[in-house]
């Protein structure tokens, strides 16, 4: 099955998840690595910034698949 295959509901529930799980295993990952806080929190800032990016190419990569297909049913 395609990633063109899902609902778009479920794929969005799911990259939603994905989203709230990854945030959350690195900000625990981060937290507790031997580091100074102030280089702790640079590295959280960068690596968000680094994941709000992905997924922000990510759901443009979606919403293009989902016109494609609305175009395709239209015609």
Not at 2 to 27: C, K, M, R, T
Not at 32 to 58: I, V
Request: no cysteine; charged share 40%; hydrophobic share 35%.
């Amino acid at each position: 099955m395609s990633d063109d295959d899902y609902e778009g509901g479920s794929a969005g529930s799911f990259l939603a998840g994905a989203v709230i799980g990854a945030l959350a295993g690195l900000a625990i990952g981060m937290l507790y690595a031997p580091q100074s806080g102030e280089r702790t929190r640079r590295k959280l800032r960068k690596r968000l910034d680094e994941f709000k990016e992905d997924a922000s190419d990510r759901a443009d990569e979606l919403s293009r698949r989902a016109r494609r297909k609305l175009a395709e049913l239209r015609d």
